[in-house]
């Protein structure tokens, strides 16, 4: 056996785009943090670049982020960067980050129905 330093490592799992239908006020994704190498009870803070975000559960796991539309207009599309921070039961503390690009569709875009409850699925993509 040989003793080796814990190296804890977060990633934030989740939609890295979402689509925003032609009259929708906002949209969400559902994001959740993957923890590793970390010790005792975890705790987490989720943040958001940008105004316009709600975080519904900022000191959850896993959380739903509304990105609301804002002066957002049809065919154009913004970034935001959604990061939570995990911490352990000795001080261990580590971020992790994951880019959002919300499009919004243009007059003429049909979106699928699933994509009203489902924004994150492939299919609601640009160009899918």
């Given at each position: 056996?040989?003793?080796?330093?814990?190296?804890?490592?977060?990633?934030?799992?989740?939609?890295?785009?979402?689509?925003?239908?032609?009259?929708?006020?906002?949209?969400?994704?559902y994001f959740g943090a993957h923890a590793e190498d970390?010790?005792?009870?975890?705790?987490?803070?989720?943040?958001?670049?940008?105004?316009?975000?709600?975080?519904?559960?900022?000191?959850?796991?896993?959380?739903?982020?509304?990105?609301?539309?804002?002066?957002?207009?049809?065919?154009?599309?913004?970034?935001?960067?959604?990061?939570?921070?995990?911490?352990?039961?000795?001080?261990?503390?580590?971020?992790?980050?994951?880019?959002?690009?919300?499009?919004?569709?243009?007059?003429?875009?049909?979106?699928?129905?699933?994509?009203?409850v489902k924004p994150w699925l492939d299919i609601c993509?640009?160009?899918?």
């Amino acid at each position: 056996m040989t003793v080796a330093d814990r190296i804890p490592a977060a990633a934030v799992i989740g939609p890295s785009s979402l689509s925003l239908d032609l009259n929708a006020p906002r949209t969400y994704g559902y994001f959740g943090a993957h923890a590793e190498d970390f010790y005792g009870r975890l705790t987490f803070s989720w943040t958001a670049s940008g105004s316009n975000v709600v975080i519904a559960s900022p000191n959850a796991q896993s959380t739903k982020i509304t990105f609301q539309r804002a002066n957002t207009k049809p065919g154009d599309n913004f970034e935001r960067t959604v990061t939570v921070r995990v911490t352990d039961g000795e001080g261990s503390a580590i971020s992790a980050s994951r880019v959002v690009t919300v499009f919004a569709a243009e007059a003429g875009d049909s979106l699928p129905p699933v994509c009203k409850v489902k924004p994150w699925l492939d299919i609601c993509a640009p160009g899918s």
